[in-house]
């Protein structure tokens, strides 16, 4: 069974500083990598994606990816209060197909 | 462009009862997803059509849960009958391409809640 694994958190924050989401992956030929976020009701919503070593940039948010320790990151700068949501990991194992398996989310609490 | 529409959004029923969701994907999209969430917990893949084909239900209980796609457009989730553990967002999804480079965008829900 392929896995992605977060830790449920919640990780807390004040408004202003860095939230630092983390995610490892079991698969090791996975291939490409997506953050979600979702509010409490709601459902996700694609943030970044990366498919590539290193890091994205896209706004305020910042992937990166180790290909090599099998682990995704996402930080979040300047956090505000309506960053505070689940934020889930998927990643698309090698299975030929466009399948994602999800982690559980991580909750991020931005404190005003 | 319109996104994913799923209906019903809320929906009550006895355990025992038989419940249907619909899904209609974004317009060209050829992979469609459904995903089953408990709450507290990350989706879970049921069931993944490219066009009309099923390419994984490997964790869709086949005793109980049914899907189609016909025509690679819209598509029908069914289960019959209900357990009470079935309660859960059934989420659908739908994205560009086959391959794994495309993201996957997500319709609204339905709320399942079974008594």
């Known amino acids: 069974q392929k896995e992605v694994e977060q830790n449920s958190g919640p990780l807390s924050v004040p408004e202003g500083a860095i939230a630092s989401l983390n995610c490892t992956y079991s698969d090791r030929g996975s291939q490409s990598f997506f953050w979600y976020r979702q509010y409490s009701g709601k459902s996700p919503e694609l943030i970044m994606f990366?498919?590539?070593?290193g890091d994205k940039e896209d706004g305020r948010f910042t992937a990166q990816l180790n290909k090599a320790s099998q682990y995704v990151s996402l930080l979040i700068r300047d956090s505000q209060p309506s960053d505070s949501a689940t934020y889930l990991c998927?990643?698309?194992?090698?299975?030929?197909?466009?399948?994602?398996?999800f982690g559980k989310g991580t909750m991020l609490l931005v404190s005003p | 462009e319109a996104g994913v529409a799923q209906s019903p959004r809320y929906k009550i029923i006895e355990k025992r009862q038989s419940v249907a969701f619909w899904c209609n994907p974004i317009?060209?999209?050829?992979?469609l997803y459904w995903y089953q969430q408990i709450l507290g917990q990350g989706p879970k893949l049921l069931i993944q059509?490219?066009?009309?084909?099923?390419?994984?239900d490997s964790q869709l209980p086949k005793d109980r849960f049914s899907a189609e796609r016909l025509k690679g457009v819209d598509s029908t989730l069914k289960i019959q009958p209900a357990k009470l553990e079935d309660s859960a967002v059934y989420l659908c999804?739908?994205?560009?391409?086959?391959?794994?480079?495309?993201?996957?965008?997500f319709g609204q829900g339905t709320r399942l809640t079974v008594v």
């Open positions: 999804a739908s994205s560009r391409s086959t391959h794994g480079n495309t993201e996957a965008f």
């Open positions: 317009s060209g999209h050829a992979t």
């Open positions: 990366i498919y590539s070593n």
């Open positions: 059509f490219q066009n009309n084909g099923v390419v994984d």
């Open positions: 998927a990643v698309n194992p090698n299975s030929g197909y466009s399948t994602l398996t």
